[in-house]
């Protein structure tokens, strides 16, 4: 069965680092747009970070822009988050997905297809 799976979370101080991964398992990456969400306690999940499947086009919301950093390695079959100068309001479960990339009147989505189980991510202050 196609499913993706994820690792690397875990707490960090803030002013830390953590990349996650998430690998592919029964399909390939090829084709598909990536992206990574979060979810924290009480708040809607949101999307922090897109990939297009040509990898030419990155979406990052403000909040992470110039910490964080998508990518994807067609090779390893695998996606990866660098999260560098992680802040308390990072903590979360963060979510790997991949899909195909909508553009509703220049909102840009992730039609997921696939989804990871989670990752907690905890900073610290």
């Known amino acids: 069965e196609a499913h993706l799976v994820e690792s690397g979370g875990g707490l960090v101080q803030a002013g830390g680092s953590l990349t996650l991964s998430c690998a592919a398992v029964g399909f390939t990456f090829e084709n598909y747009a990536v992206g990574w969400f979060r979810q924290a306690p009480g708040e809607e999940r949101e999307g922090i970070s897109l990939l297009s499947s040509d990898e030419d086009t990155t979406y990052l919301i403000n909040s992470v822009r110039g910490r964080f950093t998508i990518s994807k390695d067609s090779a390893k079959n695998a996606m990866y988050l660098q999260m560098n100068n992680l802040k308390p309001e990072d903590t979360a479960v963060y979510y790997c997905?991949?899909?195909?990339?909508?553009?509703?009147?220049?909102?840009?989505?992730?039609?997921?297809?696939?989804w990871g189980q989670g990752a907690q991510v905890t900073v610290s202050s």
């Open positions: 997905a991949v899909g195909e990339l909508t553009d509703d009147n220049d909102v840009v989505r992730l039609d997921a297809e696939y």
